[in-house]
């Protein structure tokens, strides 16, 4: 019979000679702990391993046995691979979670770190520390929504620069509503509201910077220098309808959590639709709403202090449609029609008035572009005609030879406005 071999460190060595001089009796349970290093408890265990298995008791069961934790060389070569040919740009926590749902790789995020940094493939960041100072948060849901917009390369150069409108909840870390717009413009700012409110109800108020359709900052008209008094802009005229208030930031700093939130989006959400090969708003919008938002809510999200969300539900006699319009004024000319962006617009009769000649009304260009036009508390029947350009109104006005001579030439139109013959 082959005898077992036991190799002994020089650790181990000592160990077995002190708990050999204790089972002598020639030391007692607590000067063995104290030349081991032990607790009394770890020496009377230790003993007992001694007296019944002999030497081996000193050594450690898990000794020549490849560790259950240990990452095998395959599974850090695939690493390594999905690393180098596709997640390059990925931060190391992104490429853990990665690893875990697309690929059913489980790692840490520091086996991952020491493992890129030994294969040189990142190297140790020094960034020198900020100073901080945080805020405490909202204690109830829907309490403060803050809201900005983030023009950035969102494709990699795959399409043109596009711009992210976000809302985050100061309480909670939640994205209740995100969308990818062409422009940073009023309606697109709008559409966000009024989908975030759709969804989750009326919050008590939204944090938003100094942007020309938050809030009116124009100095040229005399009547603002003497009062100091704006006009209110389309979104202050929406929100106010519905009870809900705009906060202006002073600085970027102010509103932090939307800060980080594009820093964080940038990081995870663009290098996430450069692997899907996403190239345009579209399908850009689809893969936020299913796919991202969704995860980075379950992620990220909190509870909030207190359980009760602050959010108002909607009264069902609000038209969201008409609320979250951009409205403007106009005056009924003496043939009861109006113009509004070079449109002309004819009010049908109604009963309700004879005319409507001279009569203030309100033009309401919805989200979705159509026009409806309201006097006072209700909307009057309208029919749009169809305009006739410049130049048709002149050959209409002109006497029947001219007219039959310019039919014949064709008309060229100048700069300064002055129609010319065209010679054959």
Request: charged content about 30%; glycine content about 4%; some cysteine.
């Given at each position: 019979m082959?005898e077992?071999?036991?190799?002994l460190?020089?650790?181990?060595?000592t160990?077995h000679?002190i708990?050999k001089?204790?089972?002598?009796?020639?030391l007692?349970?607590?000067e063995?702990?104290r030349?081991?290093?032990?607790?009394?408890?770890?020496?009377?265990r230790l003993r007992k391993k001694v007296?019944?298995?002999?030497?081996?008791?000193?050594?450690?069961?898990n000794k020549g046995?490849v560790?259950c934790?240990?990452?095998?060389?395959?599974?850090?070569?695939?690493?390594?691979?999905?690393?180098?040919?596709?997640?390059?740009?990925y931060?190391?926590?992104h490429?853990?979670e990665?690893?875990?749902?697309?690929?059913?790789?489980s790692v840490?995020r520091?086996?991952?770190?020491?493992l890129?940094l030994?294969?040189?493939?990142?190297?140790?960041?020094?960034k020198r520390?900020?100073?901080?100072?945080r805020r405490?948060?909202m204690?109830?849901?829907?309490?403060?929504i803050q809201?900005?917009?983030?023009?950035?390369?969102?494709?990699?150069g795959r399409?043109p620069?596009?711009?992210?409108?976000?809302a985050?909840d100061?309480?909670?870390?939640?994205?209740?509503?995100?969308?990818?717009?062409d422009?940073?413009?009023?309606?697109?700012?709008?559409q966000?509201m009024?989908?975030l409110?759709?969804?989750?109800?009326?919050p008590a108020?939204?944090?938003?910077d100094?942007?020309?359709?938050f809030?009116t900052t124009?100095?040229?008209?005399?009547?603002v220098n003497l009062?100091?008094?704006?006009?209110?802009?389309?979104?202050?005229m929406?929100?106010s309808?519905i009870g809900i208030?705009?906060?202006?930031?002073?600085?970027?700093?102010?509103?932090?959590?939307?800060?980080?939130?594009?820093?964080?989006?940038?990081?995870?959400?663009?290098?996430e639709?450069?692997?899907?090969g996403?190239?345009?708003?579209?399908?850009?919008?689809k893969y936020?709403?299913?796919?991202?938002?969704?995860?980075y809510?379950s992620?990220?999200a909190i509870?909030?202090?207190?359980?009760?969300?602050?959010y108002?539900?909607?009264?069902?006699?609000?038209?969201?449609?008409?609320v979250?319009?951009?409205?403007?004024e106009?005056?009924?000319m003496?043939?009861?029609?109006l113009s509004f962006?070079?449109?002309?617009?004819?009010i049908l009769?109604?009963g309700?008035?004879y005319?409507?000649?001279k009569?203030?009304?309100?033009v309401?260009v919805?989200?979705d572009s159509?026009v409806?036009?309201?006097?006072k508390?209700?909307?009057?029947n309208?029919?749009?005609?169809k305009t006739v350009?410049?130049?048709?109104?002149?050959l209409?006005t002109?006497?029947e030879p001219i007219?039959?001579?310019?039919q014949k030439?064709p008309?060229?139109?100048?700069?300064?406005?002055?129609f010319t013959?065209?010679?054959g």
């Amino acid at each position: 019979m082959k005898e077992e071999v036991i190799t002994l460190s020089q650790k181990e060595i000592t160990k077995h000679s002190i708990i050999k001089d204790l089972l002598d009796g020639k030391l007692k349970n607590k000067e063995a702990a104290r030349l081991l290093n032990l607790s009394v408890r770890q020496v009377i265990r230790l003993r007992k391993k001694v007296k019944r298995d002999g030497i081996k008791g000193v050594v450690h069961g898990n000794k020549g046995n490849v560790p259950c934790i240990a990452i095998l060389a395959p599974v850090k070569k695939t690493i390594l691979n999905l690393y180098s040919n596709t997640y390059k740009d990925y931060n190391c926590s992104h490429f853990k979670e990665t690893l875990e749902e697309e690929h059913g790789i489980s790692v840490s995020r520091e086996f991952i770190r020491t493992l890129l940094l030994n294969a040189n493939l990142r190297t140790k960041s020094r960034k020198r520390p900020k100073h901080r100072a945080r805020r405490d948060r909202m204690p109830r849901e829907g309490l403060l929504i803050q809201m900005d917009t983030s023009e950035h390369d969102w494709f990699f150069g795959r399409a043109p620069v596009a711009s992210l409108i976000a809302a985050i909840d100061d309480a909670t870390g939640e994205v209740p509503y995100a969308l990818f717009v062409d422009s940073d413009s009023t309606v697109n700012n709008m559409q966000v509201m009024r989908e975030l409110i759709l969804n989750k109800g009326l919050p008590a108020a939204f944090y938003v910077d100094r942007a020309s359709h938050f809030k009116t900052t124009r100095h040229s008209s005399y009547s603002v220098n003497l009062t100091g008094i704006y006009e209110p802009t389309q979104i202050e005229m929406a929100l106010s309808e519905i009870g809900i208030n705009l906060i202006l930031a002073n600085s970027p700093q102010a509103k932090g959590r939307i800060e980080r939130l594009f820093k964080t989006f940038q990081d995870r959400l663009l290098k996430e639709m450069r692997v899907m090969g996403i190239s345009n708003i579209k399908d850009a919008n689809k893969y936020l709403h299913k796919t991202f938002l969704p995860k980075y809510n379950s992620k990220f999200a909190i509870s909030p202090k207190e359980a009760a969300p602050a959010y108002r539900p909607l009264p069902n006699h609000v038209d969201m449609d008409a609320v979250f319009s951009v409205r403007e004024e106009r005056t009924v000319m003496a043939d009861n029609t109006l113009s509004f962006k070079n449109r002309i617009f004819q009010i049908l009769p109604d009963g309700r008035r004879y005319s409507y000649a001279k009569a203030k009304v309100t033009v309401e260009v919805r989200l979705d572009s159509t026009v409806y036009i309201k006097y006072k508390e209700y909307y009057l029947n309208v029919k749009e005609l169809k305009t006739v350009s410049k130049p048709d109104r002149m050959l209409n006005t002109l006497p029947e030879p001219i007219t039959r001579l310019l039919q014949k030439y064709p008309v060229q139109k100048q700069k300064s406005d002055i129609f010319t013959l065209q010679r054959g």
